[in-house]
């Protein structure tokens, strides 16, 4: 690649970087940018890239340069074309989960397309996190070993996760919070608290294929409403649905929602908890990824639900489950969540005490501990530098493939969403895929109703080495062959 090509590519990029960054609000219609000589700094880009690719935009119309001032949105974000992913609704459903999720995840391939898990140095924040947990252990006296711990779970984690989701401006009791093994038990609980077998749950499309599962074996039915890439959940095609269905529950994911990463604005938010109030039905908020975040970490909803009126005198009457975990943010190995269950929280408690009975307090401790030194909010300033890097190493390798595809650019999560051409079908290019030792996650696992067949997840959890990038290029050699 020569100089030129190399330059062209940089400001396409930071193009699409700001073009992603107006869709999803992080600068409103009417607000200005960062200066040129931020942008360079945040970016990594020379300031003639970055003087480029503000004049292409403001060509466009997309942004109005003011003299001795800056640029400023001049688009509003429902005009920034993205992979699409809207459709008519269809009438709630069973849900049916493919036997090849599990196929995917005994290769412990679900943010990896080359699972080959090399040898190395653990990174700074697991290495703080497991000298906390092993002083936790060692700290054991007497008898400990023989007692459970409290259902609602250890009181030193759920102050330090009570002064996290103060910080993000929810605030709340000790008492709303309990911590479960793993977001998916919190999404468990909290689904089997408020929903019958039959009942009605509305959920993102494309959406998380651990959802299918619950919904799968508690029996209840789906209805899929059309998420978008950037802005996420399709508040008027949820209204839509709202007045044809009784809808039971909505399960989302408003901070970078797996697989496209999207992340919801402040207003589709407001209109969701307002058709929630209106609907008296109960939002379960997955927010599994906000702590990835590689700008400010936003607010949960509960955390806008708890400025309402009807909510800010007493916080138990939330109609909002907030579901969480380490994770994503941390370590797969942990299993430690938490939920806080709003109205549902006694009922959740007592789900709680019949399927897992107790949590590890030494877990739990050490976790506690490393928060309250410092460790994790200095893990997650170095996280969010490195997948950024790694989001756009992906990126970079994503658009040398010509303009036939659509791809989504998350600013949190661990994933983005690649649409292929139409004819692309990616259930069919799995077993393909393996013969060449690349593992992929086809769109149609994120529906119910096998949607998104030329759609794939592709994850930037890891480092795109040579390896990585070489398995991406056999995948790419199949779905243009």
Not at 132 to 160: F, K
Not at 189 to 195: G, I, Q, T, W, Y
Not at 218 to 225: A, C, F, H, N
Not at 236 to 247: G, V, Y
């Amino acid at each position: 690649m020569n100089n030129n090509t190399l330059q062209h590519y940089r400001y396409q990029q930071l193009e699409q970087q700001l073009l992603d960054g107006i869709q999803q609000q992080r600068w409103r219609l009417g607000e200005r940018l960062p200066s040129i000589r931020t942008l360079c700094q945040e970016f990594s880009a020379s300031k003639a890239t970055v003087q480029h690719a503000l004049q292409r935009l403001e060509a466009q119309g997309l942004l109005e340069a003011r003299p001795k001032s800056g640029f400023y949105v001049t688009l509003k974000p429902s005009a920034i074309a993205a992979p699409s992913t809207t459709g008519k609704l269809e009438p709630p459903r069973p849900v049916s989960v493919s036997e090849l999720l599990l196929d995917i995840m005994r290769r412990s391939a679900a943010f990896d397309i080359l699972p080959e898990r090399p040898s190395g140095d653990l990174p700074p924040g697991i290495v703080a996190l497991n000298r906390s947990i092993g002083r936790a252990l060692r700290r054991q006296r007497g008898d400990d070993y023989l007692y459970y711990d409290d259902p609602a779970g250890m009181v030193s984690l759920r102050e330090q996760l009570q002064l996290s989701l103060s910080r993000r401006g929810c605030p709340l009791a000790i008492d709303d919070i309990a911590i479960t093994s793993g977001c998916q038990q919190a999404l468990f609980l909290a689904l089997s608290a408020c929903c019958q077998p039959g009942d009605v749950v509305a959920v993102e499309s494309p959406g998380f294929y651990g959802v299918m599962q619950l919904l799968q074996q508690l029996q209840l039915r789906v209805i899929e409403i059309p998420a978008h890439p950037n802005s996420g959940l399709d508040i008027d095609a949820f209204e839509s649905a709202l007045k044809q269905w009784p809808i039971r529950a909505c399960l989302v994911s408003p901070a970078f929602a797996t697989p496209t990463g999207a992340l919801m604005p402040e207003a589709s938010r407001s209109r969701l908890l307002a058709l929630a109030e209106q609907h008296d039905l109960a939002v379960i908020e997955d927010d599994i990824y906000a702590d990835t975040a590689f700008n400010s970490i936003p607010d949960p909803l509960k955390a806008l639900e708890a400025g309402a009126v009807q909510t800010a005198a007493d916080p138990k009457k939330s109609r909002v489950i907030l579901c969480s975990s380490f994770s994503k943010s941390l370590s797969r190995d942990l299993r430690i969540g938490w939920v806080c269950g709003g109205r549902w929280h006694r009922q959740i408690l007592h789900l709680k005490m019949i399927t897992q009975l107790a949590s590890s307090r030494s877990l739990q401790q050490g976790i506690a501990d490393f928060m309250e030194d410092g460790h994790y909010a200095a893990h997650l300033k170095r996280q969010k530098y490195q997948l950024r890097n790694q989001r756009d190493q992906l990126l970079g390798a994503l658009r040398s493939w010509g303009n036939d595809h659509k791809i989504s650019t998350p600013e949190g999560g661990l994933a983005l969403w690649l649409e292929l051409p139409e004819q692309a079908d990616t259930l069919a290019l799995y077993p393909r895929a393996l013969q060449q030792k690349v593992v992929i996650t086809p769109g149609p696992l994120f529906s119910a109703s096998g949607k998104f067949s030329n759609c794939v997840r592709l994850s930037f959890a890891h480092d795109w080495n040579d390896h990585r990038q070489q398995a991406l290029a056999r995948f790419r050699g199949l779905v243009e062959g």
